[in-house]
C-alpha cells in the first residue's frame, strides 16, 4: 500500500464531549461548531487531493496526526526557538485526533475509523512562521514483527 499525505491549514478543534457536573442533573453537551466546522475543512480539503480517487482504504492502518497549533505572543520573541515546541494544553491529543478520524471516515478515506489501529497523535506549537494545522500520515499497519522484531511480552519469563 502506498502512504497517503493530507496537510491541512487551519486551527485544529477537539471533538467536543457530553460532560455532567456533580451535583447537577443530566448532561451537558457542549455545541460550540468549531469542531464542525474543523470537521468540514478536513473533508474538503483531503477530497481535493489527485489521489483520492483511489479511496477507500481497506484494512488495519497506521494514522499519524501532527497537530500544529497557534503559539501565544510571548513565545514569538528571539529567545524562544524557532522549531515546533510541545504543545501541553487544551485540547487534549486525543479529542483533536478523534475529529480527523470521523471527518476522514465521513470523507470515504476508509470504511470505519476502528481501521486506524496504530500511530500517535502529536500537539505542537507552530514553528516560526508557520501556519496551523493538522498533518496526517496513512500507511498501512505494521506487523508485529516488524515493528518489535523478537519481542515477545505475552511470553513468560520475557525479558521486559
Sequence with gaps: ?????????????GQ???R???????VY???SGRSWAWRQQII???????????????GPLRVCCLFFLPRPKYMQ???????????DKVPDRDNLDKVVL???????????????CQGPPEKWYCAAGQRPGVIVHVTAASTWCQRYALWAPWKEGAAT
Excluded: C, F, H
Design 16 to 18: 467536543e464531549r457530553p
Design 20 to 26: 455532567s457536573r456533580k451535583g447537577m442533573v443530566g
Design 1 to 13: 500500500m502506498d502512504s497517503y499525505e493530507i496537510r491541512v491549514d487551519g486551527v485544529p478543534a
Design 102 to 116: 470521523d471527518a476522514l471516515s465521513n470523507a470515504g478515506m476508509w470504511e470505519d475509523d476502528k481501521q486506524a
Design 29 to 31: 453537551v457542549p455545541k
Design 77 to 87: 520573541g528571539p529567545n524562544w526557538p524557532g522549531t515546533p515546541l510541545p504543545y
Design 44 to 58: 474538503l480539503t483531503a477530497q481535493a487531493y489527485t489521489w483520492w480517487s483511489a479511496m477507500p482504504l481497506r
